[in-house]
């Protein structure tokens, strides 16, 4: 069996390509720019030619795209987007317009002429098919995609979309389904993570996908890390270029019970803010009202009797914020690759989701 997982992140895309006749640490992968980096790009070379813009296709990450396409807006040219494009940079069509983007239906696309025509999507699997084919390997042999992909949720209007993101993380979490709640098939997304619901749309309809939040994805890949792997009771941060997760977890029976969590923006913390945070998930007394007013999503306790903090991991691209920490955190290598930590989540993911994957997966990864 073979699994094509892609993390799409803000500053890059990491692609992992498993197959369950090889060993892990021998699985074919790629670290990429990122689809948003990717279009910043075409857009600021789109301001430096003096071109208008047309944008189409679905609702994909933001970040470094929306603010090239607010600077292509302030050097005085135009942006035209269709709606779900549009979504990329507010899910409030009246703000985006307020930007100045003008808001185009796909039936007035067809009318617009002489613009700079670019298609937004996070998986693209063409491309990574073409990059796959220069090295002899067919992407169209792949039996199971899985897509992993940060969703802020669409946020009803005048609703915060940060309150309305962790409110759908606590949710999920009272499932007890552990990090995998975090993990839908194809037909099985909420209608308000628009994200997810865009990668589905654009990845081939002809084989199981499975989609997953990226920091989840991440913390469950970081589990394969065996020295993280055997602690039971553990606090696991996965510290991104724009979002820093991190995961209380506690044993229960032979599994792993999710006992607290917070999720804070990357840019507002510190070493020492965030040692703080970890220790207080650690003991229990974690306040969501302080996060949140701290311009972080919230933070959520389910059992607040203390634990040891004597064991902390950490994973993500910005990791060495907690580098000399006096926490001690172990840097967790999942088959002796960090970046590859959300695509072995996702695998992972896969075998929890899918009985008839199941047997295959955790025989290759176990």
Same mark, same amino acid.
């Given at each position: 069996?073979?699994?094509?997982?892609?993390?799409?992140?803000?500053?890059?895309?990491?692609?992992?390509?498993?197959?369950?006749?090889?060993?892990?640490?021998?699985?074919?992968?790629?670290?990429? &720019?990122? &689809?948003?980096?990717?279009?910043?790009?075409?857009?600021?070379?789109?301001?430096?030619?003096?071109?208008?813009?047309?944008?189409?296709?679905?609702?994909?990450?933001?970040?470094?795209?929306?603010?090239?396409? !607010?600077?292509?807006?302030?050097?005085?040219?135009?942006?035209?987007?269709?709606?779900?494009?549009?979504?990329? #940079?507010?899910?409030?069509?009246?703000?985006?317009?307020?930007?100045?983007?003008?808001?185009?239906?796909? *039936?007035?696309?067809?009318?617009?002429? $002489?613009?700079?025509?670019?298609?937004?999507?996070?998986?693209?699997?063409?491309?990574?098919?073409?990059?796959?084919?220069?090295?002899?390997?067919?992407?169209?042999?792949?039996?199971?995609?899985?897509?992993?992909?940060?969703?802020?949720?669409?946020?009803?209007?005048?609703?915060?979309?940060?309150? #309305?993101?962790?409110?759908?993380?606590?949710?999920?979490?009272?499932?007890?389904?552990?990090?995998?709640?975090?993990?839908?098939?194809?037909?099985?997304?909420?209608?308000?993570?628009?994200?997810?619901?865009?990668?589905?749309?654009?990845?081939?309809?002809?084989?199981?996908?499975?989609?997953?939040? !990226?920091?989840?994805?991440?913390?469950?890949?970081?589990?394969?890390?065996?020295?993280?792997?055997?602690?039971?009771?553990?606090?696991?941060?996965?510290?991104?270029?724009?979002?820093?997760?991190?995961?209380?977890?506690?044993?229960?029976?032979?599994?792993?019970?999710?006992?607290?969590? #917070?999720?804070?923006?990357?840019?507002?913390?510190?070493?020492?803010?965030?040692?703080?945070?970890?220790?207080?998930?650690?003991?229990?007394?974690?306040?969501?009202? *302080?996060?949140?007013?701290?311009?972080?999503?919230?933070?959520?306790?389910?059992?607040?009797?203390?634990?040891?903090?004597? #064991?902390?991991?950490?994973?993500?691209?910005?990791?060495?914020?907690?580098?000399?920490?006096?926490?001690?955190?172990?840097?967790?290598?999942?088959?002796?690759?960090?970046?590859?930590? $959300?695509?072995?989540?996702?695998?992972?993911?896969?075998?929890?989701?899918?009985?008839?994957?199941?047997?295959?997966? *955790?025989?290759?990864?176990?």
């Amino acid at each position: 069996m073979q699994i094509l997982a892609v993390d799409v992140g803000t500053g890059t895309q990491d692609v992992l390509l498993f197959d369950t006749e090889r060993e892990p640490e021998n699985a074919l992968k790629m670290v990429m &720019p990122s &689809p948003t980096a990717l279009l910043a790009q075409a857009i600021r070379a789109a301001t430096q030619a003096g071109h208008d813009l047309l944008l189409t296709g679905v609702t994909m990450g933001g970040g470094p795209c929306g603010w090239a396409a !607010t600077d292509h807006l302030k050097a005085g040219y135009r942006v035209f987007a269709t709606p779900d494009a549009a979504r990329t #940079f507010n899910d409030d069509l009246d703000e985006v317009a307020s930007m100045g983007v003008e808001v185009v239906s796909e *039936e007035k696309v067809a009318g617009l002429s $002489g613009l700079r025509h670019l298609t937004m999507l996070d998986f693209d699997y063409q491309a990574l098919s073409r990059a796959f084919r220069a090295f002899d390997v067919d992407l169209d042999r792949v039996d199971l995609l899985a897509v992993a992909v940060f969703d802020h949720g669409a946020a009803p209007p005048g609703y915060s979309d940060r309150l #309305f993101r962790f409110e759908y993380l606590a949710q999920r979490i009272r499932t007890g389904q552990g990090l995998a709640a975090f993990a839908f098939q194809r037909d099985r997304i909420p209608p308000s993570m628009t994200r997810l619901q865009a990668v589905a749309s654009t990845a081939p309809p002809d084989r199981p996908l499975v989609v997953m939040d !990226t920091a989840p994805a991440a913390v469950l890949g970081a589990l394969e890390d065996p020295h993280v792997g055997r602690h039971q009771a553990a606090l696991i941060a996965n510290v991104g270029n724009m979002h820093t997760l991190a995961f209380h977890l506690r044993a229960r029976g032979d599994t792993r019970a999710i006992a607290g969590l #917070f999720e804070h923006h990357t840019g507002f913390l510190d070493q020492a803010k965030l040692e703080r945070l970890l220790a207080q998930l650690a003991a229990g007394t974690l306040s969501h009202e *302080e996060l949140f007013a701290a311009h972080g999503h919230g933070a959520l306790v389910l059992h607040s009797d203390p634990s040891a903090l004597d #064991f902390v991991a950490v994973t993500g691209p910005r990791r060495r914020l907690l580098a000399g920490s006096k926490l001690r955190p172990y840097l967790a290598v999942p088959y002796g690759d960090m970046m590859m930590a $959300g695509c072995w989540g996702l695998v992972r993911a896969c075998a929890l989701l899918l009985p008839w994957a199941a047997e295959a997966i *955790e025989a290759a990864l176990d």
